[in-house]
């Protein structure tokens, strides 16, 4: 089991070369609808790494653990949905009593976050790309980030677009389309600088 | 009656398109878009499950508690989902290979909770299905355009069949994943030009 691969050339990877919303289009969503403020960006960017990271490895002893062993593969996406459910809901628990403060930043966020192609989309990649539990946690780390980097300096670009004179058509999601294929291609300058899809 | 299912059905194809007006579950399926085989068979996988789905939750409705309703809608998505997986697997091995996760995220494309949660929750079982399956067909027609046009200029084929003479250049580009975003940013800026101008 497992791709020979150094954890921190998956991370780099997953981060800049296939990015998970600009090469991936997973979590288009919330990328797109709450990509309008840089602060709210930045908060949600946050959130999805850490759950992504933590759901990674979560999902990752849930399925090599427990359902393979069991042999209910076939049940994954239904156990993946549902630890990911859990985890966010324990997450805000412990949040809203340890760290109020952490609350009203990332508290919002949280729900969108079960919902949000990106987290399931990272534990699907790496059952399929059969990661070990290092290479995983990497993974899901540098996905994150990608994520994050990505709707920050989307929101940024959103920002300033708004003074500007756009095609009355254009306003909104169609010319955030375009934004989001000119990051796209920017983007793809990094590919070949990590040797792995 | 029946011109309200009528309605229901039309609605959601143009007018309340769910990609170009309610910019809903782009998500999962764009990545597929580059070939249109892959694409059909991805709507055809999302009209199926959006539309049972919103039926079993129309069905259903009554006995969901408030609280805990979303995670019960995901619930039912996800069996339908796994149904899904299970019969591409065994009919058809080599597409279901090539869409890999992207059937598994069809339970986190917001098309689905947000028909659910609209429209499932304060209808019947009937025009629930028929709002879901319309709503599955207005995401895949943009899909397929989507795709049409990535393919054409891609590979030079439709449906893995060359269209273009040999001498064509392929556009690198339109395989790679910017391509999608222009695409659909195009969709979006042609068909909203009618209703710009009737303000």
Sequence with gaps: MG????????????????????????????????????????????????????????????????????????LRYIVF????????????MVIDRFSPALYINLGIFLPLITVNCAILGGVLFMIIREYSL???????????IGWWLAIVALAAMRMRMREKDIPPQLVGPGITMIIIGIM?????????????? | MADSKRETFFANIWKNNPVIVQILGICSALAV???????????????????????????????????VR??????????????????LKAYL?????????????????CIIMGRAEAYAQSHGPVLSFIDGVSAGIGYSLIL????????????????????????FTPWVIMITAPSAFFIIGAIIWIARTPFVKKK
Excluded: H, W
């Design chain 2, 144 to 167: 397929l355009a989507v795709a049409f046009v990535r393919e054409l200029l891609g590979f030079g084929s439709l449906f893995g069949l060359r269209v273009l003479p040999e001498g």
């Design chain 1, 184 to 197: 796209a291609l920017a983007f793809l300058g990094f590919s070949g600088m990590v040797p792995v899809q």
């Design chain 1, 3 to 74: 791709v020979p691969l150094n954890p921190f050339v998956i991370m780099v990877a997953a981060a800049l070369t296939s990015n998970m919303v600009l090469s991936n289009f997973l979590g288009m969503c919330s990328f797109i609808s709450v990509s309008k403020d840089i602060k709210t960006a930045n908060g949600l960017g946050m959130a999805v790494t850490f759950v992504l990271t933590l759901t990674s490895v979560l999902n990752y002893l849930v399925y090599y653990y427990i359902l393979v062993p069991l042999e209910l593969v076939y």
């Design chain 2, 93 to 109: 091995p080599g597409i279901s290979k090539a869409l890999g996760p992207y059937v598994g995220l069809i339970i986190t494309n």
């Design chain 2, 33 to 67: 878009t580059n070939n249109l085989t892959n694409t059909l068979i991805m709507g055809i996988g999302l009209i199926f499950t959006t539309g049972f789905s919103s039926l079993t939750i129309a069905a259903l409705r009554k006995y969901i508690p408030k609280n």
């Design chain 1, 134 to 144: 290092i290479q995983s946690l990497f993974f899901g780390f540098g996905s994150g």
């Design chain 1, 81 to 92: 949905i549902i630890v990911i459910a859990a985890f966010v809901q324990f997450l805000e």
């Design chain 2, 70 to 87: 979303m995670m019960i809608q995901v619930l039912i998505i996800a069996t339908y989902v796994i149904i899904l997986d299970i019969v």
